[in-house]
């Protein structure tokens, strides 16, 4: 209930307080108001507060509150954080110090979410590179690069980002656009349901593929993004890519760099969140590449 609240006032979700400061406090209600004479050992207090603090995330999910993504990044923070209150209250009950006044004890969420200073980090830039061997030269390599068309379910591997809801890249179409202000463009669709652009800004025959990406408006269907996890919001974007390739003795190194921007001031756990997804993006891209060129090099 307190959770619905806190929505309905539009306190701000993607912050310390939020994933800290409210599921601290709430672990501190839940055992205020546990039921009387059960859970008499700590371990079964415990195991309790954990249930149902599961079932609180989970129910958010279920109800549309919250996406799969958002669960899975808020779920350790907010657990650690619900522990952490219900030890805290079973060690004030242990030295005589409960605490009184049902109607305090049942907004303290909100205050927690309102008054806890937590610090907050300004916004950064992050940039993650991955690179792969590929048993061809830079010129059959950079040619695979720039389409990749009817890209099968079976060609990739099911990786943590798809166990997320994110789906599996479709296809990858070069456009030529000589009267445009952009190189060429190059759209991705991922699913059926995904389709955004990459703005051609370098190309170094055999060499290197720079771009800006762009997601326009409609480039994901409804319920693909997780409200609070929006390319482009407030919180995070994806700015920019390139392959760079290089000649190496057996083949040619290619390596995907992919750039980030996040404004949710939680740190090196966005960093941590960030680098999830992306060097799990950009090692399924490049696998494909490479197992598409090399089985056409063996044919």
Not at 27 to 38: A, C, Q
Not at 62 to 80: Q, Y
Not at 90 to 105: F, K, N, P, T
Request: charged share 15%.
């Amino acid at each position: 209930m307190s959770y619905v609240l806190a929505l309905t006032l539009k306190i701000e979700m993607v912050s310390w307080a939020f994933l800290i400061g409210y599921p601290l406090v709430l672990g501190l209600v839940i055992m205020r108001f546990r039921p009387k004479g059960t859970f008499g050992t700590f371990w079964k207090a415990v195991g309790w507060l954990l249930i149902i603090m599961l079932l609180s995330i989970f129910g958010t999910f279920a109800l549309g509150l919250e996406g799969l993504i958002c669960v899975a990044m808020a779920m350790v923070p907010m657990l650690a954080a619900t522990l952490l209150g219900g030890v805290i209250y079973l060690a004030m009950l242990r030295w005589r110090q409960e605490v009184a006044g049902g109607l305090q004890v049942t907004l303290l969420p909100l205050l927690a979410v309102a008054g806890l200073a937590l610090p907050e980090t300004p916004p950064r830039s992050y940039e993650f590179i991955s690179e792969i061997v590929i048993k061809a030269s830079p010129q059959v390599v950079f040619a695979a690069l720039k389409s990749i068309p009817d890209i099968a379910p079976e060609e990739i591997a099911t990786r943590p980002s798809q166990l997320l809801g994110v789906p599996k890249p479709t296809a990858a179409v070069w456009q030529d656009t000589p009267e445009g202000p952009d190189l060429a463009l190059r759209h991705s669709y991922w699913g059926a349901d995904v389709h955004f652009l990459e703005r051609i800004t370098e190309i170094t025959p055999d060499r290197r593929i720079a771009w800006d990406f762009d997601f326009p408006q409609g480039w994901a269907a409804e319920g693909i993004e997780d409200p609070h996890v929006t390319v482009g919001g407030p919180y995070f974007d994806v700015l920019s890519g390139s392959y760079d390739l290089t000649p190496v003795e057996g083949g040619t190194r290619l390596r995907l760099t992919t750039r980030t921007y996040d404004a949710s001031g939680l740190g090196n756990y966005a960093w941590f969140w960030h680098r999830f997804f992306i060097t799990d993006f950009n090692a399924l891209i490049l696998s494909l590449v490479k197992a598409r060129v090399e089985a056409g090099q063996s044919t």
